[in-house]
C-alpha cells in the first residue's frame, strides 16, 4: 500500500499505474482466488483504461485459475457510477464453489476527464472528437450546464450524479475557477463512488474470508498516451460477515478543499487537511427523547456497540476519521433499514444539528406506522444524502448515534 498512497494526487502513465496497482495486489494475494472489477465511463476514449487494466491487472492475477473468457466485472455506464448491488455481484461471480483460505478481490473506480493541448497549456474538461472540441466528461459537466436536449427526458443517470454531488457541492463548483472545475468534478465523483463500494462492504461484506484492494482514479484521456490521477485507495479484510478498514487514504470531496495545479505537464492535486473548522455545525448536537420497544431493543444495542468500537478505531488518526466518517454513518444507518425500516425510522427521531435529513421526509416517515414502500424509499433517499454531508457533520452525527444517552440503546 506504500507505492499506491505514494502517488495518491499525482499523475502518472496508465501503464505505470497499473503495474503498482498489480504488485501490491500480488503481495496482498494469499491463494490464487481473486476476483477483479472495474467501474468506468462509457466513452470510448476510455477504451484505454479498460484494456489496460485487463490487460495489466486482470490477466496477470488471475492466469492460474481463470477460464480465458473470465477476467473482469465491468460497470460501464454514464459518469462512471457504482451501481447498487455491484459489491455483491462481483463476489457471487468470482466465489468458488470450495471456499479457498482466503480470497482477493481488486476494484478499480475510475472517473475520467478529457485535457488537450491549447495555446502551449493543457485545457482540461474537453477532447478532440474527428477534429471538434467536445467536452469530457459531458455527463459531469452535465451537473452544472444540462444539454437543453435532456429537459424534456427522465435521466436517472443524471439524477443519481446530482444526489450523489448534492447542493452545496455544486455551487461550490460554480464559484471555482473554471479552467479547474472539471479535473475537481471527475476528483470529487471518484471519491464518492469508491464512499459508495465501501458502504456497501460493510453492510454487506462478503461470506468468506476476502480482502478488498479498493481504489478510486481519474483517467486522464486525450489524443495520445492517457495518464491516470490516484486519488483514493482503501484495504478492506472481510471474515465472519464484517469488514475492517485496515488502511486507507483519500483525497478530499470538497471542491473547495482541493488545491489543484494544471499548469505543468502532469496534474497534481492536493488536500487542505487543515480547514475543518468551517464543517462544524453551529449547534452542540443532541438528541430527543425515543424508546424503542421488544426485538428491536438487542438488535439496536448491537449495532450500536458495533459503531463505537469502529468511531474508537478511527478517532485516533484524524486522516481515517476524516476518510470513513460518512461510509461508516451511511453504512450504519442502511444496515438498520435492512434490518427493520422501523429502526431507521427511528435514527430520523435524533436531533444531530446536521443537515443530513431533510424536515419533509423525516415527518413523511415517522407518520407512518408501519413503514411501505413509499417510506421505504424515502429512507433510501436519507441514506444517499448522507454523501452530501462535509466530513466533520458526520462525525457528529456518528457521536450523537453511538453517544452514551443515544435513544438507540434505550429500551
Known amino acids: 500500500m506504500d507505492e499506491l498512497e505514494a502517488w495518491n494526487g499525482r499523475e502518472l502513465p496508465l501503464a505505470e499505474y497499473h503495474a503498482i496497482l498489480r504488485r501490491t495486489a500480488e503481495r496482498l494475494q494469499a491463494s490464487d482466488q481473486v476476483g477483479t ?6 466513452d470510448e476514449f476510455v477504451g484505454d483504461l479498460r484494456g489496460g487494466f485487463h490487460r495489466d491487472v486482470a490477466q496477470p492475477l488471475m492466469a492460474r485459475h481463470a477460464g480465458n473468457l473470465q477476467r473482469t466485472f465491468e460497470i460501464s455506464n454514464l459518469g462512471g457510477r457504482m451501481e447498487a448491488g455491484s459489491v455483491w455481484l462481483v463476489d457471487d461471480h468470482f466465489r468458488p464453489d470450495v471456499e479457498p483460505a482466503e480470497r482477493l478481490l481488486v476494484v478499480q473506480v475510475s472517473a475520467h476527464v478529457g485535457r488537450r493541448k491549447h495555446g502551449g497549456r493543457y485545457e482540461y474538461g474537453a477532447i478532440d472528437r474527428f477534429g471538434r472540441r467536445s467536452t469530457c466528461c459531458g455527463a459531469l459537466q452535465a451537473l452544472l450546464a444540462p444539454p437543453p436536449v435532456l429537459e424534456s427526458m427522465r435521466t436517472p443517470w443524471l439524477e443519481e450524479l446530482q444526489t450523489a454531488f448534492g447542493p452545496r457541492r455544486l455551487a461550490e463548483l460554480a ?6 472545475v472539471p479535473v475537481r468534478l471527475a476528483v470529487v465523483h ?12 460493510w453492510v454487506d461484506p462478503p461470506q468468506a474470508r476476502t480482502s478488498i484492494l479498493l481504489v478510486a482514479t481519474v483517467a486522464l484521456t486525450e489524443d495520445r498516451e492517457n495518464g491516470v490521477l490516484p486519488v483514493g485507495c482503501h484495504l478492506v479484510r472481510c471474515d465472519d460477515r464484517s469488514g475492517r478498514i485496515e488502511r486507507g487514504h483519500d ?5 473547495e478543499a482541493l488545491d489543484v495545479d494544471i499548469g505543468g505537464e502532469t496534474l497534481a492535486v492536493r488536500s487542505r487537511e487543515d480547514d475543518g473548522a468551517a464543517d462544524a455545525p453551529g449547534d ?6 425515543s424508546r424503542l420497544e421488544g426485538a428491536h431493543v438487542e438488535v439496536a444495542a448491537r449495532h450500536v456497540a458495533g459503531l463505537r468500537e469502529r468511531i474508537a478505531e478511527f478517532r485516533g488518526d484524524p486522516l481515517s476519521w476524516r476518510v470513513y466518517a460518512r461510509p461508516l454513518l451511511r453504512s450504519f444507518f442502511s444496515g438498520l433499514v435492512k434490518i427493520a425500516p422501523e429502526l431507521g425510522a427511528d435514527v430520523l427521531r435524533v436531533e444531530t444539528a446536521a443537515p443530513w435529513v431533510q424536515d419533509s421526509q423525516r415527518r ?4 407512518a406506522p408501519h413503514p411501505g414502500p413509499e417510506e421505504l424509499r424515502i429512507l433510501h433517499d436519507v441514506e444517499e444524502q448522507v454523501q452530501q454531508l462535509r ?4 462525525q457528529h452525527v456518528l457521536e450523537v448515534l453511538a453517544g452514551e444517552n443515544t435513544p438507540l440503546a434505550m429500551g
Do not use: G, N
Open 364 to 367: 413523511r416517515v415517522l407518520a
Open 251 to 255: 483525497l478530499r470531496s470538497s471542491p
Open 391 to 394: 466530513h466533520r457533520e458526520a
Open 190 to 201: 471518484a471519491v464518492l463512488q469508491a464512499e459508495a463500494a465501501l458502504t456497501e462492504i
Open 284 to 289: 452542540l448536537p443532541r438528541s430527543s427523547p
Open 175 to 180: 464559484r471555482l475557477d473554471p479552467a479547474t
Open 37 to 42: 472489477c472495474l467501474v468506468s465511463c462509457s
